[in-house]
């Protein structure tokens, strides 16, 4: 390899490149070339790395899925399933006291159901339990969605829709996931997050269609940004990303 750094990477072949697996490496010879086509060919091997360790990644959480399914399924027989289903809901205090008062209490039902009528379900109904947990669920889910589309960046680690988010580099990678020509994400430095914003929010805008409803000099006055703003944005970006057909789902978080 020293004997070929003088020449760049002119003097490898495609194959030769598609054997090397270390992202750095590559980056390192992306930032040395100065040939538009050397580049192109480090930018497509550096695409298809990403993607294996995506796939690779996939697979794993896949299988760990399916262990934790059969892990389920195999803890004692029909009564510790059972009882393993029963523990589960209770957490959920709104599906087991409807399910359970119907049948445990046939008879008193029937005597108490004008006083349960007025005080126990209109209080059942004021709290809204089901509101709470769906709106958590559409969240989780969109933040799952770009931790899992961003999980191959090196730099990137989403937890919140806020810290995680501060020196721009997630909305980045975000946006490079799904126009990685639009700009090389292997230069970007996290410690320059205005420029890392702006990067992101024009591309989104130019090539998504995305409206810009973040401002980055807001952005980088703040200690951490307003987590309903960047949810708010994601979920604009997902929006169009779906109407362009970029992603296919028939949910929406």
């Known amino acids: 390899m020293d004997s070929k750094s003088d020449g760049g990477p002119a003097s490898l072949t495609s194959e030769e490149l598609a054997a090397i697996e270390d992202e750095d490496v590559l980056n390192k010879m992306l930032d040395s070339s100065v040939d538009f086509e050397e580049r192109r060919m480090i930018r497509a091997v550096l695409r298809d790395l990403l993607k294996k360790k995506r796939e690779k990644r996939e697979q794993e959480r896949v299988s760990r ?4 399914k059969h892990q389920g399924l195999s803890k004692g027989g029909p009564t510790g399933g059972a009882m393993g289903r029963v523990s589960m809901n209770q957490q959920p205090s709104i599906n087991k006291p409807t399910v359970q008062l119907s049948p445990s209490t046939s008879t008193p039902s029937n005597r108490t159901a004008g006083s ?7 209080s059942a109904q004021k709290c809204l339990p089901t ?4 709106a958590k669920n559409v969240k989780q889910m969109l933040l799952d969605w770009c931790r899992a ?8 680690d989403i937890q919140n829709f806020s810290s995680s988010w501060k020196d721009g580099i997630a909305f980045c990678a975000l946006v490079h996931r799904f126009f990685p020509d639009a700009f090389e994400y292997s230069i970007l430095n996290p410690n320059k997050p205005k ?28 200690k951490e940004p307003d987590w309903k703003c960047v949810y708010t944005y994601i979920q604009e970006f997902y929006r169009c990303l779906v109407e362009k057909g970029l992603v296919k789902t028939k949910k929406r978080p």
Do not use: H, I
């Open 65 to 68: 899925q399916q262990d934790l």
């Open 116 to 122: 349960k009528a007025s005080p126990t379900v209109p």
């Open 131 to 134: 509101a709470a947990p769906n």
């Open 149 to 156: 589309k961003t999980e191959p960046y090196e730099g990137v």
């Open 195 to 222: 420029e890392n914003f702006q990067l992101a929010f024009s591309t989104a805008e130019r090539l998504a269609g995305c409206p810009t409803l973040l401002d980055a000099d807001d952005l980088v006055r703040m």
